[in-house]
């Protein structure tokens, strides 16, 4: 019987064990990547200090994380085994708009960008300049290659609603923009304001795959590729 005792408690422990290797596998495995939530609308920087993506180190545990500072969290923070996730889910409505009042921060490290909500695949956010700020989302450095730009509706930015500034022209520079609105409301098809200069602009352009884009608006340029 005590034999029997000290098998089954073996066999306990052994079972521990395995539990523990499995879960320290399984999150050794799923934490590869920084996944940042935007789940507010407002433009409020990231908090002096914050840990996470957070603009209120005041308000306790509640985490509000805004699109800019989304962005300063990520330039903040080294990437992990693949590119940081910035996702927007919580944000109430179908069509959230982020008005914009100042410049965005150059984004400056490899970064995956999906303005879906989180609740379905299509366009639901969207980055307004109010025609009365410059710049919109701007990819600046070697360290932000490879990043992706996806379902996003980008506009109302007077000098660009986009712009990819590499100074290098290798494979390695290679950025993905898919299936966003630039200039054109949520639609597709409704122009939105003016931008004085650039709709997209393109530095070193030859390893960006830009497929499903809609550029649209009253521009100097739609689509503007310097190499």
């Given at each position: 019987k005590k034999a029997l005792n000290k098998q089954k408690k073996q066999l306990k422990v052994l079972i521990l064990v395995s539990l523990l290797a499995f879960f320290d596998l399984f999150f050794t495995v799923h934490a590869d990547f920084n996944e940042?939530?935007?789940?507010t609308n407002s433009d409020d920087a990231l908090a002096v200090g914050a840990a996470v993506c957070d603009t209120d180190l005041s308000d306790?545990?509640?985490v509000t994380c805004s699109f800019r500072a989304a962005i300063e969290f990520a330039n903040a923070t080294a990437n992990l085994d693949t590119a940081d996730q910035i996702k927007f889910t919580g944000i109430s409505g179908d069509d959230t708009v982020i008005t914009v009042a100042t410049n965005l921060p150059a984004i400056t490290q490899e970064v995956i960008i999906?303005?879906?909500d989180g609740d379905s695949d299509v366009r639901d956010?969207?980055?307004e300049g109010g025609q009365s700020t410059d710049e919109g989302i701007l990819f600046s450095g070697n360290n932000a290659h490879g990043s992706v730009l996806k379902n996003l509706v980008v506009r109302g930015f007077s000098t660009f609603n986009l712009k990819i500034d590499?100074?290098?022209r290798t494979a390695s520079t290679t950025y993905t923009i898919q299936d966003?609105?630039?200039g054109v409301d949520q639609d597709g098809d409704s122009v939105y304001g003016t931008t004085d200069n650039y709709n997209i602009f393109l530095n070193n352009s030859d390893y960006i795959n830009f497929t499903g884009n809609t550029a649209a608006g009253d521009h100097w340029y739609h689509i503007y590729a310097y190499n």
């Open positions: 940042i939530i935007v789940n306790g545990a509640t999906d303005g879906t956010i969207t980055i590499s100074s290098v966003n609105y630039f």
